[in-house]
């Protein structure tokens, strides 16, 4: 099944968060990025990188199975609307 894509948001960060918000992922690569605001993405882009212990439900996400996080930088966003 297909998630949700880049078109019906205004921004990345939004798009991100409406996709995989709450679930247990880590954002990585171009993903990563926008998310931050680093990289402004691309036009009509449809996939998002993740880093997970187990496969989700969408198709179009890119899933890096791991067995822990340990071992990766990362930071937790609380996903609550922009300010």
Do not use: P
Not at 27 to 45: C, D, P, Q
Not at 67 to 83: H, L, N, P, V
């Amino acid at each position: 099944m297909a998630s949700l894509t880049n078109s019906g948001f205004l921004t990345n960060w939004e798009w991100h968060r409406a996709a995989v918000g709450g679930k247990d992922m880590i954002l990585r690569r171009t993903s990563a990025l926008e998310f931050l605001e680093l990289f402004s993405g691309y036009i009509h882009e449809n996939s998002i990188d993740v880093y997970a212990k187990h496969r989700g439900e969408f198709d179009d996400i890119n899933y890096c199975m791991i067995d822990t996080f340990e071992g990766i930088d990362y930071f937790k966003q609380a996903f609550y609307a922009r300010r």
